[in-house]
């Protein structure tokens, strides 16, 4: 791991923050900064994934409400059951291995956590289908993570000593070959994933069909693999090696499931990406610029070889860290500027965080290179390395609930997703109190049924970075805008709108979400006419979403 780079934990813990919000707006103090925004709503603008609402599938891993309840009232659109304890799954009878996270122990974790009933503990893949079932049941997409590492939990046995690292009666094998069919026998002593995918398969239909499961990442954070489960990987991984199993996964996959999409590879941030950890054999793989080139480069090539596209999004996982201290999860308002801050980091060129990651990455010199800013260096290296990769973001935080600049900086995200044609992004931690309105900014139908839209619509901000917005057309081609305004500043901002080609426009609604108002809901203050635009007055440290006819 890159030096002075702090690892997390998936072993959460935390608190239920809830609140009413009432409809009215805080009275705001006299705004002491101003800012122009240009909407260009003349031209058909660039998709939005909807996909890029998501989350994970965690149950009461933060110690409050399950979190399928707090993504249905988010309005999440896609779901990933994933983190270290799926590296160490075990489908057959649902154990796991819980690595550094917690004493090297085989248990019942993430069954405890989706509260399942332990009479089905040793049901074949019930984890998966619970999680599947939660999903399609609020209309959201399912992406699952299927073992890489080479073995998984056999027992629910309690701590696994040194002596007992795989391979060991503690742990079975996985096996990507083809062979067994949904329907037949079991093998108990492998976890035999093609079997696994076919039973799927066969339960809910290929993804092509309206219960099927989306696609399946290859595992997690492998570059971490002898950090976070030494009981199973005893030495650094290969480059070759982790290419090898995974072009394997790839083809069982689509052999499975031809509609299925794959990710990966799943890196945890900025060592992986660059050179995988560090990895042996990096001197062999150095000519391509970055071990994502690389990556890419390997699964284009199969995939000309087999003709089928076999690898279908590039996943990463990008948490933001700071010199002053741990932002992951953070409710402490002496990191409330670097939380707000933070999402810059995944779009703005010159920005530059202040952290390790900045040493880690630094410019992109090439089209191989990873850089900040993030999104635009990906996209880059996906277009060079692999034509009509996706970019998917599995696992990302900025801050914990209870804080309001946590809620403002992951609004912040999700626009900045939107707007950089990120196809699929799920955040970690459950969507309680400011990142439940954070999504529902944007997911909360206004008085016309419309949410924050398909189609992104150029904005330019003319003031300082404490103001961004984005805005969106109108789904099913109706007439109208939203626009998302957040303020990040300690002060209230005063905001004159203008669009490019409509002059005339009326603004049916606002919703939002800030210190008075915790909870994202309809607000009765409006924007004022002025000019042939309009101006409006947001208090500090808010986000609005207007909806103009």
Not at 165 to 188: C, H, L, Q, T, Y
Not at 473 to 492: F, H, M, T, Y
């Amino acid at each position: 791991m890159t030096q002075n780079a702090p690892t997390r934990r998936l072993v959460l813990a935390g608190g239920l923050a809830a609140g009413l919000i009432g409809a009215m707006p805080p009275t705001v103090a006299r705004a002491n900064s101003r800012w122009m925004l240009r909407i260009a709503d003349g031209g058909p603008g660039t998709p939005i994934s909807p996909l890029i609402y998501g989350s994970n599938e965690i149950g009461t891993m933060d110690g409050g409400a399950p979190s399928a309840e707090l993504d249905q009232a988010a309005g999440v659109t896609a779901r990933r059951l994933g983190g270290n304890l799926m590296t160490s799954y075990n489908w057959v009878n649902n154990a796991a291995n819980s690595g550094k996270d917690y004493h090297q122990f085989n248990g019942p974790f993430l069954l405890e956590a989706l509260g399942i009933a332990e009479s089905d503990w040793q049901k074949p893949g019930r984890l998966i289908e619970t999680m599947h079932e939660s999903s399609l049941a609020m209309g959201a997409k399912s992406l699952v993570t299927v073992p890489l590492a080479g073995y998984v939990a056999a027992d629910f046995d309690g701590p696994v000593p040194e002596n007992a690292s795989a391979p060991s009666p503690r742990f079975v094998p996985i096996r990507w070959e083809p062979g067994a069919k949904a329907g037949d026998p079991i093998d108990r002593l492998v976890a035999d994933i093609p079997q696994l995918l076919a039973r799927l398969t066969a339960r809910f239909g290929g993804a092509d069909s309206e219960k099927g499961i989306y696609a399946y990442a290859l595992d997690n954070e492998p570059g971490l693999w002898p950090e976070t489960h030494p009981r199973i990987v005893t030495g650094k991984p290969t480059i070759r090696a982790f290419l090898e199993r995974s072009l394997a996964a790839a083809r069982a996959i689509k052999r499975a499931d031809p509609a299925a999409r794959v990710f990966g590879p799943v890196s945890w941030g900025a060592s992986e990406m660059v050179n995988f950890q560090d990895a042996p054999d990096w001197s062999d793989y150095r000519q391509f610029g970055s071990f994502l080139a690389a990556y890419l480069d390997a699964f284009r090539q199969a995939s000309e070889r087999d003709g089928i596209r076999l690898l279908d999004a590039l996943d990463v996982h990008w948490y933001p860290y700071s010199n002053r201290g741990n932002l992951f999860r953070s409710e402490d308002p002496a990191l409330a500027k670097a939380l707000l801050d933070a999402p810059r980091s995944l779009t703005e060129p010159g920005f530059r965080e202040e952290s390790w990651v900045v040493r880690a990455l630094g410019n992109a010199d090439s089209d191989r290179d990873v850089g900040l800013p993030l999104l635009p260096s990906l996209r880059r290296i996906a277009d060079h390395g692999f034509p009509g990769t996706a970019i998917a973001v599995t696992e990302f935080n900025y801050g914990g609930a209870g804080q309001i600049a946590s809620g403002l900086a992951l609004a912040d995200v999700l626009g900045r997703f939107g707007q950089q044609g990120v196809a699929f992004a799920s955040h970690w931690g459950s969507l309680d109190g400011s990142l439940g309105a954070a999504y529902r900014l944007f997911r909360l139908p206004d008085a016309s049924g419309q949410r924050f839209g398909p189609r992104s619509l150029g904005v330019t901000i003319e003031g300082n970075p404490d103001l961004v917005a984005y805005a969106a057309a109108n789904a099913d081609g109706r007439p109208g805008v939203q626009l998302v305004v957040i303020n990040k500043s300690e002060a209230a901002a005063l905001v004159d709108i203008r669009f490019e080609t409509a002059s005339d426009r009326k603004c049916a609604s606002v919703l939002g979400f800030d210190e008075a108002n915790p909870m994202t809901a309809p607000l009765a203050a409006m924007p004022l006419a002025a000019d042939g635009g309009w101006q409006l007055e947001l208090p500090a440290r808010s986000a609005r979403r207007y909806a103009f006819g």
